[in-house]
């Protein structure tokens, strides 16, 4: 337990020096670099305020992994059923007649219902056809990226109305107030969007799910070994399509949160998704699957992605975080597969 | 005829199990030399001695009159010793030739290795298309393919390792006879390694008789007859009046049913299991009556396998049924078996634990558990089986994986057997497990069935078969070849059927 902790604090010590070696290498001090971050993510309630915006999304990703993976169908395409999600949520907050909150209780419950068809396609495909899950959930998030660019260039779905003689972006209209998440606090203090909590919620439940009841333990016996699973009676290729379809309706849940919280623009825009489906993947794979474990994993992810922001001032480029957020996961990774092998 | 290959002296042992002890074996030029045994009398050891797979503890290799040393397989390749396996080692997404060349140093030509692969083709009358892609072939028609990829190499020494299991009749008489043409014509030799005492009777010249690792008989194929082989190969007394018996043997299943008194608790009639077109099970019927340990005997690879996996509901057959108490089970639901009281301790222990789950959670993995388990409760009733069953375990939260073979297997039994099952199928209980953890397992079944349970016992061993069944079912070729009952089962017989003679 000692040695293992010691020897993840040296990968991730590691994995610090050579990203402060990094910023030295493009001209910039490591020191400003990490005052920066933490100015942009941790220092003040405004700072906080933007870090658990992302951690919101993240976190819900995170907990949709920790079931595929936990079931063995690895879904990988969180980034296409986020934007799904996010698709259907716009397409129900601007075209639906619906009033109060209502509105955004419908656009949650039918992103998360289409990020969970969209994954769902890949357990059909998987079932008739044997296509492998990792390759089409992956292949379908590029599929998801010209479906919203479609429907946010075609005046009929849902790109913007023409104002006067103003040229159109290839975005949806803002949702209306209705259909956004409120938050409790006001700027300049700390505002917790509800989002997260509803990602907090999200992650709990999984994690009860995941280990107390008799689905999550049909789930584990799926996973680790499938032959086991069908001689005790397990419905093989259903339970497993649920898991993915669960995954998926979790990332379309962030897609949903991504447009009603104000981390985005509220407009269904083609880059909103902004990887944070790739991300929230990681964020499972360093809490090892364990969603409970993803709360702080994700805190750390959105303190990277809100500090990465005020990066640029200090002449870093901002896409060190990303080199850095790589590090960190391949440090968390490297010491848990060492384990592993040492084990056997 | 001059000596081709000599074995001498040849001993290979496995921790405490003795494979080969002080081997002989001499094949001589121009001859089909068959090696006969069952399963675990050390054919396969030996033969992978010679073509330097295993390395042995003693004896000597002598080719054409030289001391010869095989290091490794492309020693013994470079030897001409050549092997088509049991298990065909094709790369099925592969086409013909790719495969042929597979091993190959140098440039990849493909005009010439298709040419090469015609050329040995039309030379021993085993035609194949080279272009063809391997998963689109027959199983004889891949035989073939490994054949080719063998006699490519020009070897001196061809083993075949069960040629014919994958091959109809028609496809074996052929494949037969272009051998005896190669052998004669061009002066190699043929191991042939068989259980079927019928091909080796028919196309072997000499026979050379394993049992136990030793050499139990080696002489001209013509001067034995099948019963002796018999004999020699499963190696227990025979009776006195079996000599005379044992041209009457085949008892057909249906009269053995009908001297079974009481209602069968599982009745299998009629199971057809396809696999890529070969059939695997052809018809197989058998019954259990409750309180009966039934015994399936038979050489590895002739559908017990399958028939395991029928019964534990991994396959669903292509015709057929299974009733058990009476009642039709709808194999394709899952877990009907099990509901219906099927336990099944399946032959490969891993697929019936989760290595990576706990000894609670594997113990409570097929008992009715509630939507919300209780934990608690599950290592209670886990401790309570632990105990019953002597499972030696670090703790009840350890993964399964951390147990020995034995415990795991116990780990299985107790499982089962805690569901109150009213039929037991175990295939090959024992395998791998120490003298100790046997006699326990035997014991186990023994009280199954004394409490009413039918259990039908699949296995390869036949000391194990004849010490507790009550009847021997003997499989071949997927179909049940002959049931007696135990008293009868006398080597010799139980040869014959095994052999299909």
């Known amino acids: 337990m000692i040695a293992r902790l010691s020897l993840r604090s040296a990968a991730v010590g590691a994995a610090l020096a050579l990203s402060a070696a990094l910023v030295a290498a493009t001209g910039g001090s490591p020191a400003a670099a990490l005052r920066a971050l933490y100015q942009g993510s941790l220092a003040d309630p405004t700072a906080w305020t933007a870090t658990l915006l992302y951690v919101a999304p993240l976190l819900l990703v995170a907990a949709g992994a920790c079931v595929s993976a936990r079931s063995g169908m690895f879904n990988i395409g969180q980034e296409g059923q ?172 962030a897609g949903a949160v991504l447009l009603t919280s104000p981390v985005g623009a509220n407009r269904l825009q083609p880059g909103m998704s902004v990887g944070v489906g790739w991300d929230g993947l990681l964020v499972a794979l360093v809490a090892r699957n364990r969603p409970l474990l993803a709360l702080p994993v994700a805190l750390l992810f959105g303190a990277l992605r809100a500090g990465g922001g005020f990066l640029a001032a200090t002449g870093v480029p901002p896409y060190l975080v990303d080199v850095v957020k790589a590090l960190l996961v391949l440090a968390f990774v490297v010491v848990g597969r060492a384990r592993d092998a040492g084990e056997r | 005829m001059t000596e081709l290959l000599q074995l001498r002296g040849i001993s290979k042992r496995f921790g405490p199990v003795v494979a080969c002890d002080a081997v002989d074996l001499t094949v001589r030029e121009g001859e089909v030399h068959g090696l006969l045994g069952e399963n675990g009398a050390g054919k396969s050891t030996l033969m992978n001695v010679l073509l330097g797979l295993t390395q042995r503890d003693a004896g000597t290799i002598i080719h054409r009159g030289k001391t010869v040393h095989v290091g490794g397989p492309r020693n013994a390749i470079g030897l001409g010793f050549g092997m088509v396996h049991q298990q065909l080692s094709l790369v099925e997404p592969l086409t013909v030739w790719e495969n042929v060349i597979l091993g190959d140093r140098g440039r990849v030509d493909r005009a010439k290795a298709c040419a090469d692969v015609e050329a040995v083709a039309a030379r021993y009358g085993l035609p194949v298309d080279p272009l063809s892609r391997v998963d689109r072939l027959s199983a004889g028609e891949r035989q073939r393919v490994e054949l080719i990829k063998c006699l490519r190499r020009d070897p001196s020494v061809l083993v075949l390792d069960e040629p014919t299991s994958l091959l109809t009749e028609a496809e074996s008489a052929e494949l037969f006879a272009v051998l005896r043409r190669v052998v004669r014509a061009e002066r190699r030799a043929v191991i042939l390694i068989s259980h079927r005492l019928a091909e080796i009777t028919a196309a072997t010249d000499r026979v050379t008789v394993l049992r136990r690792g030793r050499v139990v008989h080696t002489g001209r194929t013509a001067e034995t007859t099948p019963p002796e082989l018999a004999r020699w190969m499963v190696g227990r007394e025979v009776a006195v009046e079996a000599e005379a018996a044992a041209l009457g043997v085949l008892v057909a299943p249906a009269q053995a049913a009908a001297t079974t008194t009481a209602a069968p608790v599982l009745r299998v009639r009629d199971l057809r299991v396809l696999v890529g077109g070969t059939p695997r099970l052809d018809g197989l019927s058998l019954d259990v009556a409750p309180g009966e340990i039934l015994g399936l005997y038979g050489v590895e690879g002739n559908g017990q396998d399958v028939l395991g996996d029928v019964l534990a509901g991994l396959v669903t057959p292509d015709g057929g049924t299974v009733e058990v108490g009476g009642q039709p089970i709808d194999l394709t639901r899952p877990g009907a078996l099990h509901l219906a009281g099927v336990g099944v301790v399946p032959e490969d222990r ?138 009868e089962a006398t080597g010799e017989r139980l040869g014959l059927l095994v052999g299909g003679a």
């Open chain 1, 82 to 253: 986020v934007l799904i999600g996010a698709l259907a949520g716009a397409w129900v907050a601007l075209r639906l007649a619906v009033g109060g909150p209502v509105l955004v209780v419908c656009v949650l419950v039918c992103a998360a219902l289409a990020g969970g068809a969209w994954a769902g396609l890949s357990a059909l495909m998987y079932r008739w056809r044997g296509v492998d899950v990792v390759v089409s959930t992956l292949l379908m998030t590029f599929v998801a990226q010209q479906v919203v660019a479609f429907a946010v260039t075609t005046p009929w779905l849902l790109q913007e109305s023409r104002v006067g003689d103003a040229a159109v972006s290839a975005q949806s209209n803002r949702l209306p107030a209705g259909a956004l998440l409120g938050s409790f606090g006001e700027y300049p203090g700390l505002a917790v969007n509800c989002g997260l909590v509803l990602a907090v919620v999200a992650a709990v439940l999984v994690a009860v799910a995941l280990d107390r009841t008799r689905w999550g333990f049909r789930l584990t016996m799926l996973g680790r070994n499938e032959i086991a699973a069908r001689h005790a009676g397990v419905r093989v290729a259903r339970l497993g399509g649920a898991a993915l379809a669960v995954s998926g309706g979790l990332a379309g849940l």
């Open chain 2, 350 to 487: 891993r697929t019936a634990l989760v290595l990576d789950m706990t000894v609670a959670e594997n113990l409570a993995m097929k008992a009715p558990m509630s939507a919300f388990p209780n934990r608690r409760r599950m290592r209670a009733a886990a401790g309570r089986l632990v105990e019953e069953y002597g499972i030696a375990v670090p703790s009840l939260d350890a993964p399964a994986r951390a147990l020995s073979g034995g415990n795991q297997q116990r780990l299985v039994l107790a499982r089962e057997l805690s569901a109150a099952p009213r039929v037991l199928v175990a295939a090959q209980p024992t395998q791998g497990l120490d003298v100790g953890a046997i006699g326990d397992v035997h014991r186990r079944f023994q009280r199954v069935a004394d409490q009413g349970v039918g259990v039908l016992l699949i296995s390869t061993a036949l000391e194990e078969v004849l010490a507790l069944a009550s009847r021997v079912a003997v499989i071949s070729s997927g179909r049940i070849a002959g049931i007696l009952p135990a008293e």
